[in-house]
């Protein structure tokens, strides 16, 4: 996953064109990319600050703002194969 730079990138939806939004990482223990863990036993508490799985470090993802159903049915020309969730970085 790549973050792209919000002040010179304008990321749009490859299949359909649509605008993106970013999506926080709703995994209940991540805060920014990353959450703590306990490797210890029951006595000395071990904690280790992970990469959280869910979100591979980012904090959260870029999605696209058109319904699902939406970019389904209206992929741009040539673009039928695209998988929905596809980003493309533009400059603005």
Do not use: I
Request: hydrophobic letters at 25%; charged letters at 35%; proline letters at 5%.
């Amino acid at each position: 996953m790549t973050v792209p730079d919000e002040s010179t990138d304008r990321v749009e939806c490859a299949r359909c064109g649509s605008s993106c939004d970013w999506q926080e990482c709703e995994e209940w223990d991540c805060e920014d990319g990353y959450r703590e863990e306990d490797w210890g036993d029951d006595v000395v508490a071990n904690m280790y600050t992970v990469v959280c799985e869910t979100c591979q470090g980012y904090g959260g993802w870029h999605r696209c703002m058109s319904s699902p159903e939406w970019c389904e049915a209206n992929p741009l020309p040539g673009r039928e194969d695209v998988p929905r969730g596809t980003l493309e970085w533009k400059e603005k």
